[in-house]
Every structure is written in structure tokens, then in C-alpha cells.
């Protein structure tokens, strides 16, 4: 069966099973564009960018997988990494090399995703001077410089009927801070969305972001390497926050998870923290303890009068 | 006995004793400029800015001291705040008004002092165009964006013979990360300044920054408040770190200490924790953690053979 396993150099076009539909932010692969493609055996195959970003991903991935400073309990904040290879391009132009990754869904039969770019600043020292005031303009056009974080995509499920709720990316780039709380609320809380199939508070979503493995605990577990580690500086860098939108609806395990992506900006720590990057995950942090505290505050039944 | 109490509302030329000759940053009240005194009861005299700045730095100390929210626990790193006070300008030009604070040093012998300031963004997002280009360059062209802090100012008292070593300004401003290390570890390690009266490795300096009530810890203390506040945001703020270099040499207590000052860029926080100042000061507690480990390893006399 053909797929992008590390001995295969070459992918075809029909080897490459579909783009990723539940890719919420970044390049897409459609309407004939060079984007991520999902092979036959579920790799998510990335095109390189062609110029200095594409060489400094692989290289990230190349340093994070073989120094034994990141340990496992933080290496499975990252994407798995399947090495690159060449393959046919989404966009018809030909072979291409790519980087193949763990397709980070794959496991989730209704994914609901929030893509959050870390960072108040998502420039980087060394860059030129055009592309710090291109960033700059954006870092203080978005929440970026003010929450030290922006969304830059997320769909919700909100049941067989709705689907998905998967706002436009102009909408997104609009978000206030209080649109910002108020969307990592309904992320959690599918109640909130308006869908006639959800049952009004329920079930519990507060093991999402709360609980021994929810969303906030591997948040802080991440702070704490943050504080420590000075060999990657991640700037314009993201967090996914993941879970299953239809095993939360019935009960089951929604397998809450957080990831890392994009490292086309990583660059050598030097020995100093990452403090960009340490302060818009602390601020993360604090907005998603709010929307955890909101979110497991008292129902409004709870208020009705005995009968 | 004339002093800055508040119920009294001027101060003669005559009352105002002498300029902060420990002063390592900021404006200097020398050669007729305008700059802070210390009063007959040994207060810090601070004239007021005349822009909005000046009305900030009131605001702010009025807010710290009226919430319930800041703790004593947190109260006691800012100076003591006595009120406003319309004395003597230091410039001659009359009667000015002055904030008047606490002389963070008054108790220290020979006190050995660092000034930091915290952030690897200076400017604040309400700013002008030409403020933030200008504040930026400085950002780039110190250690403020690569590490998140960069020293303003420092003095440390080596010994009777040699005095304070106080390196300019000019000097400071070139600080690499290199130095910042370097001074670092020089500023509780008295015998690396090469003063003759200074014995080898003694006394052991480890209490300045570790043990129970060191910088460290208190540095500490102050990021637990910063990963939870979200009331101000101090931009363009400093940290002082403070110890006695004459107890100290004694082999008494340095009463090693932290202040913040400077507070004419605090704004509202709007509900958002300072992750601009949280990440610098994530950043400087992994500095001094290193200089301190540093500072704690084996001395060399260990390293000699037997007898």
C-alpha cells in the first residue's frame, strides 16, 4: 500500500488521498493551490516552503527528534515527524519535496480545532526591516500584541445538523479580546452555539480544558518547559487546541489535546528563555482558566426555585 | 524637623538635603538639572513630569495603595508612597511638584544596586508612531528584545580601597548577553572585581541571590503576582536588586532586595495579564539562576590536590 514512509521517495498524485478538511488556518491545498495533502496512510504531507522557511521547519524537526534534551512528556506536544520527501504537488506544478507529519485529526471522528498563534511579537530579531513593520502592523492590528496571542482559525462541531462552525478568516483577523473570550467559551461549550440537537448544558464539557489530562493541564506542563528550555526560539508560532466534538456529545472521551505547529520561524535559543513566546502562553493560560471558571460556574437550573 | 510629610505642602531649597548619590539610573539632579533629592528624613523627592507622564506615575501609586488587591506580600517590592509635594525644583526654576517616596536605599551601608528594566517591549500599544520607532530601535539595539531585559544602571562596592565600580552609561548601553551574564555573576562575587582587599572566594555570597529570603525567591514571589494580575501593565519599568556591600563583606545580612520603580508608562490592564513584563522577567530569573549556579559551584581551592 503506498504511503509516505521514510524509504519512499516518490509520491503520485493518486497516492495523495485528499487535503486536509479540517485544516482551520495556513495554506490551503484547494482550487489548484500548493497546500498539506493527507496520504493513503494518513501522513500530512506539507510542502516545503522553497525558500529559507522550508529548510529552517525541516531543520527544527530534524534537532527537536534527535537531541535528547526534549524529553517524551513534551515531545508529544509536537507533530510526529516522518522525514521529507518528494511528491507530486497540490497545485499540478510537478514533484515537490514535503515534509510528512502526523496528521494530528486523524484519530478525531468530529475534530474541533482552535489554531493560536503565541507570541505578542511574531517577528523575529533578525529579519528585515520590511518584514518587522508587515508584522508589527499585524501584531497590532489583531490581539496579538495586546492578549500576547491571536486566533487565527477554529471550527466547532455542533451536531449532525449544524455541522460545523467554522468562521471566515477576515471574521477571525477581527476578533477583540472579548470576542477572544467569548469564542474559547463556546469552543467548549457546544450548549451555547444555538444548535437545536444540543441538550441545554450538557454533557459537562469542563474536562476539555479542566481534569488530570484536559487542555489547561497540558498547557501549563508546556509553560514548564518554556521556563527552562533555551534551544528554540518559536516565533509565529501556533498552538492547536483539539478535541472530539462527537465523543464529547455522547459522553465519551473527547481526548483533549494540544499541539505545536509551524516552525518555518524557529531559530537557535542561545541560551535565553523564549520569553515572547512564555508570555502569550501565560496570558493563554489565564484566559482559558477564565473560560474554564465561567464554564463550570453553577447552571442556571441550579437558580430555579424549589418546586 | 522640615520633611516631606504629607500634611506639608512645600519644602525650601534649605530642607531638601542632597541629590541620590546612589541613583544609577534615570535623570541626575547634578550640574543644575532637574532630577530627584532625598529630604531631611531621608525621603526619594521625585519631580513630576509635566506631561501625562508625570500624572500616570501619581495615578499609579494612588491605585496600588487604595486596591485590596495587591497584598503586603506584594506591596512591600514598591517603594513606600507618601504622597505629591510641590518643593524646590533641583534645576533652580522654582517650586515643582514631586512625588515622594520611600529612599530604597537609605538603610544600606554601601549598597550595591542594579537597575533592570524589564520588557522586551518598552513602548506601549496607546503610543505614537515616532515613540514606538524610537523606543524599538533601542529595544534592537540593546539586549531588551533578545533577552527580554536589559541593565540600565549598576554599582558594586568593592572595598574601602577601590570604592564603588559604576561603569557609564555609554557602557551599559552596549551590554551583549555575554556581559549581562558576566555582570550578573560579578554583582554578588566582590573578589571577581580584582580589589586587593577583597580575600578569595569569601564570603560566600550565595544568600544575595538564593536561600530563603534572597533575590531569587523574592523574584519569584513577584512572578507568581505577574502570572495572575491583570490590573496594570508596567511598561518601560525597572527592577532594582539591592544589597548591602559593607554587611555583606562583613559577613552580616546584605538584606538582598527587589524594588520596582518607575512607573510613568503603568496603564490599565484591562483584564490581561502583563505578558510583556512576565516573559522579561521569566527570562531574568533564568539569568540569575545561572549566575547563581554559577556562583554556587565548587570553589577552586577544592580542586587542589591533597596535602
Known sequence: MPNCQPNKLFLTSQ????????QVAGHLALGGKLGPQIDESGRFCKPLQEDERGSREVAFYEALYSTSKVKKQILRFFPVFYGTHITEA???????????????VSDYLKPCIMDIKIGSRTWYPQASEDYVAKCLRKDRGTTSLSLGFRISGLQIYRGKKSGYWKPDRKQIQKFTADDV??????????????DSDCKPDSPPACYIYGGFSGIF??????????????????NSCSILLIYDGE??????NPQSTIKLIDFAHVFDGNNVIDHNFLGGLSSLIKFI?????TQLSKPKWLDAPAA
Open 247 to 252: 465523543s464529547e456529545k455522547n459522553g465519551g
Open 90 to 104: 497540490s497545485d499540478g506544478s510537478g514533484l515537490h519535496p514535503h515534509l510528512v507529519l502526523q496528521d494530528v
Open 15 to 22: 497516492e495523495i488521498e485528499q487535503i486536509q478538511e479540517h
Open 181 to 194: 473570550r467569548s469564542v474559547l467559551r463556546k469552543f467548549v461549550s457546544s450548549n451555547q452555539l444555538g
Open 289 to 293: 482558566s477564565e473560560a474554564s471558571a
Open 217 to 234: 493541564q497540558q498547557l501549563l506542563e508546556l509553560k514548564s518547559w518554556f521556563e527552562d528550555q533555551t534551544d528554540f526560539h518559536f
